[in-house]
């Protein structure tokens, strides 16, 4: 696809239950950033893979969070036994190398009930 | 580490109004500064961008200037228009990372 791609666009979870957000960045894009926007929050850093590895995953709240890349493409963002406070839009961004910017998915919007 | 202030809003122009929205950053070494806006239903995109003291970005009638002794970087419109009503966000790279630090962000709306 043309641009960065994140499923499902809205999620609605029970308290305490698991959820997995899909990131499928940019074809060639080798970054991927992980970031959270709540509101009056702006946007958090989570998580950065560059290819598979993951150099700085210091924005991940706890160890609920994790993430992984496979094939230097897809990302699953999984948050474990979920609480109200994770309610909030996960944004994906991917970009190629060099100072290039980031391009941004349109965010999951995630409701822990 | 690196850390953005910037307006929070939001904030409330009519068509052809002079715009600017204050950043300031706290950063070691030498980063780069960005704006980006996500417009009404879309996702974040990068308005312009600076990476040395001096740079001046511009896009869409929107220009910022990054300055070093002042550590801020300033975003201004001389006229805005009903099209340009957005969040816009400030933000600086972290020295010695590929981490991009955004601010809070800030609600524009411009009346027609």
């Known amino acids: 696809g043309a641009g960065v791609s994140q499923s499902p666009s809205n999620k609605v979870t029970e308290k305490g239950k698991d959820v997995e957000l899909r990131c499928d960045p940019i074809?060639?894009?080798?970054?991927l950033y992980w970031y959270r926007q709540s509101l009056g929050q702006g946007l958090e850093f989570l998580i950065y893979?560059?290819?598979?590895?993951?150099?700085?995953k210091s924005g991940l709240p706890s160890d609920r969070f994790s993430a992984e890349r496979t094939g230097g493409s897809v990302s699953t963002l999984t948050i474990q036994r979920t609480q109200q406070e994770d309610s909030a839009v996960y944004l994906c961004?991917?970009?190629?190398?060099?100072?290039?910017?980031?391009?941004f998915g349109n965010g999951t919007r995630l409701t822990v009930t | 580490g690196n850390s953005v202030t910037q307006m929070e809003g939001p904030v409330t122009l009519s068509e052809e109004a002079f715009l600017t929205i204050n950043c300031t950053y706290t950063?070691?070494?030498?980063?780069?500064l960005f704006w980006y806006v996500q417009y009404p239903g879309e996702g974040l995109q990068l308005l312009l961008k600076?990476?040395?003291?001096?740079d001046k970005g511009s896009n869409k009638g929107f220009e910022a200037t990054y300055r070093k002794e002042t550590t801020s970087f300033h975003l201004e419109k001389g006229s805005v228009q009903v099209s340009d009503s957005a969040v816009y966000f400030c933000?600086?790279?972290?020295?010695?990372?590929?981490?991009?630090?955004f601010g809070k962000g800030m609600k524009l709306t411009v009346n027609p």
């Open positions: 933000a600086v790279t972290q020295g010695g990372s590929e981490k991009l630090v």
């Open positions: 600076a990476t040395k003291a001096d």
């Open positions: 893979f560059q290819g598979n590895s993951a150099p700085d």
């Open positions: 950063a070691t070494g030498y980063p780069s």
């Open positions: 074809s060639g894009h080798t970054a």
């Open positions: 961004a991917s970009r190629g190398s060099g100072a290039t910017p980031l391009h």
